[in-house]
């Protein structure tokens, strides 16, 4: 069990803690072995009055527990003299809980200079002079925990609340710039919005609400914050009733509303509203640096940022996308020509080195086992992309705002070590996003005539969205989610401050991954490395983890690139086996920031393996020979079968209340298939039930529909679909 959260030795500073949250403040950190000094001016909720009862009876009550407490009666707008009880007391000052507050609601038409002025002066200039005359002694001993109170109204506003909604708010904008300035002396600041009962409550609430709403159920809180071992800073938090949440801000992808010698108009904004207000893809800058950058980012025209791909003239509206157009469209029949030079540069470009003797059968080319590393296959196909699109009809847009969002490959062949390979893209589909289009562009890799691999790329266009259309696709190689539970396996894999340089050679010149200046007019405090070379690491992680780096196990990877890396950071790639699909998750271990998203690798069966019997197949669980049985009825007859059933089936098959094994009759793509793991593409109807049961209802001994209803077979997605199944499971004898 975890230790309890303690406070010996430390001295914690409550102001308006002679009742309500105040109180419960003081209580608990008195509880838990701190110092407190509870101050408390003994005014009414409206700031008139002074007594010295409320912070006496608090300090005598924590004083009944064995607990150690001073009263400070004086004005927070006197902060010197309520922090100086603290080191009279105590001779330091840790934690400073800014909880001291008034009201005087009216609305603006009728509020006046001293209502506006006391609630400033209370909670903004009171919390501001309390936490000053702490600083400096938090700055020397290069420790202090501070929280600042808002509310809801400080964050969403309120009727007859302007004068606190303004301060409140005020409070959230302190507490940001202090967590900033205080980093290098471990002092965290946070701000909190409780909703809880108290004197400034009581006349809002109801009884019976005022019950459920304990200022004890908001105490915790303000604790954990405060204990040393919190590391959170510059944070906002709402609680109430045994309730926590974090809030952030968040903006737009926002649209550049001018063109180049142009003057910016009234009429081009309105013309640009409903893009300018869309929160898909919200962004959420975590400080002013990346909010400005994140601007910058996208304000700086096609002339100002230049890249390898094949531009076009700069669109600041949504016409730049013609689907009808573009869709279906192929990009012309490029040659890539190599040797065995162009693999191991490759290799060394996502990470492997002569250090581990493993990596040699990709980096010496007199290896007995020399191979191409499988994400070699995107290199043959990038040009596809990068000098591909701009040849196409009904994509005018701007090429500085192209990010690549997702990659898909899947190897048919292992890849040959040299030679010439022939690729051909189409445009498979274009969604609209609102403030952006996604352009999904299909890759084919041929060998001699032959399909060696297959590349789709989802690219996305900043402010080149709302020309009218779909907002999702059945093209998509989708994204998957891991389990929920903690990765069966972690690796760690540190990039070298020359590993974007040395990627590049292979064939991606993108500025952005070796000039700073460009760098730094995208918005980067550095060159970050290419996406797909993070891809080429957490395969390659996979790879040796899960198929002792044999590239003949490997079959497709889909990753979603979600932040950057600078070369020199490291890579932690977690993984979930779940039959042949390793499910993936990389990260930037120095921030713990998350790269790569919803990504996986799928493996050649390795669970199922042949055996000398009539079957060729070794089953570990009764269902894999019915699964292997129908493998064979769907290569004989599944484009029939496509056409009549045209959906995707995801088993999966439980032993002892775990799932053991997932297989996937895919009925709608291309002829069709089934092969073991979840579905590549989006699974229609989900079927789930044990071994046991499956073989019962494949014997005809259990009802279908009597599994379903007593819970036996449990069926998410089209319902109606599973009607459709009779087609492949008939002929129970066979099965």
Request: aromatic content about 8%.
């Amino acid at each position: 069990m975890a230790a309890s959260l303690r406070f010996d030795g430390k001295v914690a500073l409550v102001t308006g803690a002679g009742g309500g949250l105040g109180r419960e403040y003081a209580l608990l950190f008195a509880e838990r072995g701190a110092s407190v000094v509870v101050n408390d001016l003994g005014g009414d909720f409206k700031g008139q009055g002074k007594s010295s009862s409320a912070a006496d009876r608090v300090v005598e009550e924590i004083r009944a527990k064995g607990g150690n407490a001073v009263a400070n009666y004086d004005s927070v707008e006197e902060g010197e003299k309520v922090v100086q009880t603290a080191l009279d007391a105590y001779g330091k000052i840790d934690i400073v809980v800014n909880n001291a507050g008034i009201i005087r609601d009216r609305s603006f038409a009728r509020m006046n200079d001293y209502d506006w002025d006391l609630i400033q002066r209370v909670h903004l200039r009171g919390s501001f002079k309390v936490t000053r005359a702490a600083w400096s002694h938090m700055m020397k001993q290069k420790y202090g925990r501070i929280i600042m109170i808002t509310s809801a109204s400080g964050i969403y506003g309120n009727f007859g609340q302007a004068n606190y909604s303004a301060a409140k708010l005020g409070l959230v904008g302190l507490a940001k710039t202090l967590a900033v300035e205080g980093q290098r002396y471990n002092i965290h600041c946070n701000t909190i919005g409780p909703l809880a009962s108290s004197r400034m409550t009581q006349s809002f609430f109801p009884p019976d609400l005022m019950d459920i709403l304990k200022p004890e159920l908001v105490a915790p809180l303000v604790l954990w914050l405060c204990h040393e071992s919190c590391k959170e800073s510059g944070s906002l938090f709402e609680v109430g009733a045994g309730w926590i949440g974090k809030l952030r801000w968040e903006r737009t992808q926002g649209v550049k509303v001018t063109q180049k010698n142009q003057q910016m108009t009234p009429e081009a904004v309105r013309d640009n509203w409903e893009h300018i207000c869309n929160f898909d893809n919200a962004f959420s800058p975590k400080s002013t640096k990346d909010a400005l950058q994140d601007l910058m980012s996208r304000v700086y025209t096609e002339e100002d940022i230049s890249t390898n791909l094949t531009s076009s003239p700069v669109q600041t509206s949504t016409s730049g996308i013609n689907p009808i157009e573009a869709i279906g469209k192929k990009t012309p029949l490029n040659t890539y020509t190599y040797n065995n030079l162009q693999p191991i540069l490759y290799a060394l470009g996502v990470g492997m080195t002569t250090k581990d003797p493993d990596h040699l059968k990709f980096l010496y080319e007199r290896n007995e086992g020399f191979s191409c590393l499988p994400t070699f296959g995107v290199i043959p196909a990038q040009d596809s992309l990068i000098d591909g699109l701009g040849s196409l009809p009904g994509l005018n847009i701007n090429f500085s705002k192209v990010l690549h969002g997702e990659q898909y490959l899947e190897l048919y062949k292992p890849l040959p070590t040299s030679g010439t390979l022939k690729s051909e893209g189409a445009i498979a589909d274009i969604l609209d996003k609102g403030s952006g289009a996604v352009i999904i562009l299909d890759v084919h890799t041929y060998n001699e005539g032959d399909l060696i691999c297959y590349n789709q790329f989802s690219v996305f266009v900043v402010g080149a969205g709302g020309f009218g259309g779909k907002k999702t696709s059945d093209k998509v190689k989708v994204i998957v989610q891991p389990p929920n539970r903690p990765p069966d396996a972690v690796v760690s894999d540190t990039t070298s401050i020359n590993q974007a340089a040395l990627y590049r050679l292979s064939g991606d010149w993108n500025p952005l991954h070796i000039d700073p200046t460009f760098a730094s007019f995208g918005g980067f405090r550095k060159p970050i490395l290419h996406g797909l070379c993070s891809m080429g690491f957490a395969a390659r992680h996979v790879l040796k983890q899960y198929a002792n780096n044999d590239v003949t196990k490997f079959k497709a990877i889909k990753v979603r690139f979600a932040k950057p890396i600078i070369p020199g950071q490291t890579i932690e790639t977690e993984m979930w086996k779940e039959g042949n699909r390793i499910h993936l998750r990389s990260k930037v271990k120095e921030n713990n920031e998350t790269m790569l998203t919803g990504a996986y690798v799928d493996l050649e069966d390795t669970v199922i393996q042949p055996r000398a019997n009539d079957t060729g197949m070794r089953a570990e669980l009764q269902s894999d020979l019915v699964f292997a049985e129908l493998s064979r009825r769907i290569k004989d007859v599944g484009r029939e079968m496509v056409k009549k059933v045209n959906a995707v089936f995801q088993w999966d098959i439980t032993k002892d209340g775990k799932t053991a094994r997932q297989w996937t009759i895919d009925l709608k793509n291309g002829s069709g298939e089934l092969y073991q793991g979840a579905a590549r593409h989006q699974a229609d109807t989900t079927l789930l039930l044990s071994d046991e049961d499956f073989m019962q209802v494949i014997s005809g001994k259990l009802n279908p529909q009597k599994a379903f209803f007593s819970g036996k077979l449990n069926i998410k997605g089209n319902i109606m679909n599973s009607q459709k199944l009779e087609m492949i499971l008939k002929d129970y004898a066979k099965l």
